[in-house]
C-alpha cells in the first residue's frame, strides 16, 4: 500500500513538474511574441508621459495625496474615480492652473485601459489555454450542448469565431473521422490554438484515435477564408452579434453551403437577459438571417436552465460562386 502511495505522489509530482515547464514555455512564448512587445513599448511610453504630466505638475491646492491618486486612478483606468477626483474643487483649480484638461487625463486613462485589456487577453490566451490544454470546464454541459447540435459522424465542421471555447476538445472526443476547422480573427487565439495543439499529447492521442483533424483558419471581418471548401455543419456560437461586416460574412458563409449544409446559430439575445454591449434582439436576428435567405428549420435551448437558443438554419437557395471576400 506504501509503495502505491509513492507512485502515486511521484506521479503527481512529475505531472505538476512538466504542468509548470509547460506554463513557463507557454509564457516565454507568449513574451517573444511581437504583439506583447509592442504593448510593453507602448506603456513604456504611456508611463514616461505622465511621468512627465506628474513631474512638471504645480500642487497649489492639491495635496501630494490627491496627485498620486490621480495617477493610480488614470494607469488604473478607473473612470468613476477620476469623474470622482475631477468633481473636487481644489483638483479643478490645479488643473487649471497647469493648463491640463480633465478629458486630457481621461483619454491617458483610456488608454492604458485598451493596453491592460490587450495584454490581459494575451495572457489569457497563452497561459490558460497551455495550462489547461487538455482540461476541458464543465465536459458534461459541453457534452449535452454538442449533442442538440445535431453533427452527423464524420462531419466536415467549421466553427467561424472559435475563441476560447472549449468545443473543439469535445467533437474530437465524440467524433470519429471528422474535419474540424477553428476559424478566428484574433492573433492570440490562433497562436494559443497552435500551440495548444503542437504540445498537448494527450489531446493527439485523442485526435490519433478517433481519426479526426484540426485545422486553424485565420479569417477575416468579412469572410471566413474557406469559402473554396464546403461543410456539414457550420457554427456561430455567440459569434453574430459581434459580426462587424454581418451581410459580406454572411455570403462567405453561404459559399461554404451546400442543400444539405446546416448553419447552427447560439445566441443569447437582448431580450433574453444578454449584458454584451453589441447584443441584439431576437426580433433583429430574425430578420438578418431571413433578409440573407436563410430558412430557420428549428429552435432548442442550449441547456436545461439556460437562456439561450440554438438556431438550425439552412439555405435552400444555389451560392453566389463569383463572391470574394474583402480583407
Not at 19 to 25: A, D, M, N
Request: hydrophobic letters at 40%.
Amino acid at each position: 500500500m506504501l509503495r502505491l502511495y509513492l507512485f502515486l505522489c511521484a506521479l503527481t509530482c512529475m505531472h505538476l513538474s512538466f504542468g509548470q515547464l509547460l506554463s513557463l514555455k507557454a509564457e516565454r512564448m507568449m513574451q517573444e511574441d511581437p504583439e506583447w512587445k509592442v504593448i510593453n513599448t507602448d506603456l513604456e511610453h504611456l508611463d514616461s508621459l505622465l511621468q512627465i504630466v506628474k513631474d512638471n505638475f504645480v500642487l497649489t491646492e492639491m495635496n501630494s495625496d490627491q496627485m498620486d491618486s490621480l495617477v493610480l486612478f488614470i494607469r488604473l483606468c478607473d473612470q468613476p474615480a477620476l469623474i470622482k477626483l475631477f468633481a473636487k474643487p481644489v483638483v479643478q483649480h490645479d488643473l487649471a492652473l497647469n493648463n491640463l484638461e480633465a478629458e486630457y487625463l481621461r483619454e491617458f486613462a483610456r488608454q492604458y485601459g485598451q493596453l491592460f485589456y490587450r495584454s490581459q487577453q494575451l495572457n489569457f490566451n497563452y497561459l490558460f489555454y497551455n495550462k489547461n490544454n487538455n482540461y476541458v470546464s464543465n465536459l458534461s454541459r459541453w457534452k449535452k450542448e454538442l449533442a442538440r447540435y445535431q453533427i452527423p459522424e464524420g462531419a466536415r465542421v467549421l466553427d467561424v469565431g472559435n475563441g476560447n471555447s472549449d468545443l473543439f476538445k469535445v467533437m474530437i472526443r465524440k467524433f470519429h473521422g471528422s474535419e474540424i476547422y477553428l476559424n478566428d480573427i484574433d492573433q492570440a487565439v490562433l497562436k494559443a490554438l497552435k500551440f495548444t495543439l503542437e504540445t498537448s499529447k494527450r489531446l493527439n492521442r485523442i485526435l490519433k484515435k478517433n481519426n479526426n483533424q484540426v485545422f486553424i483558419v485565420e479569417g477575416s471581418y468579412a469572410g471566413t477564408r474557406v469559402e473554396h471548401l464546403t461543410f456539414d455543419v457550420i457554427i456561430l456560437r455567440n459569434t453574430l452579434h459581434h459580426l462587424q461586416n454581418f451581410e459580406c460574412m454572411m455570403e462567405s458563409i453561404k459559399q461554404s453551403m451546400l442543400p444539405s449544409t446546416k448553419l447552427v446559430v447560439v445566441e443569447i439575445f437582448k431580450d433574453e437577459g444578454s449584458f454584451c454591449p453589441q447584443g441584439i434582439s431576437s426580433g433583429y436576428f430574425y430578420e438578418l438571417m431571413e433578409s440573407q435567405g436563410f430558412v430557420l428549420e428549428k429552435v432548442t435551448p442550449t441547456s436545461k436552465n439556460s437562456t439561450g437558443h440554438i438556431y438550425h438554419f439552412t439555405f435552400p437557395r444555389p451560392a453566389n460562386p463569383t463572391f470574394q471576400a474583402i480583407d
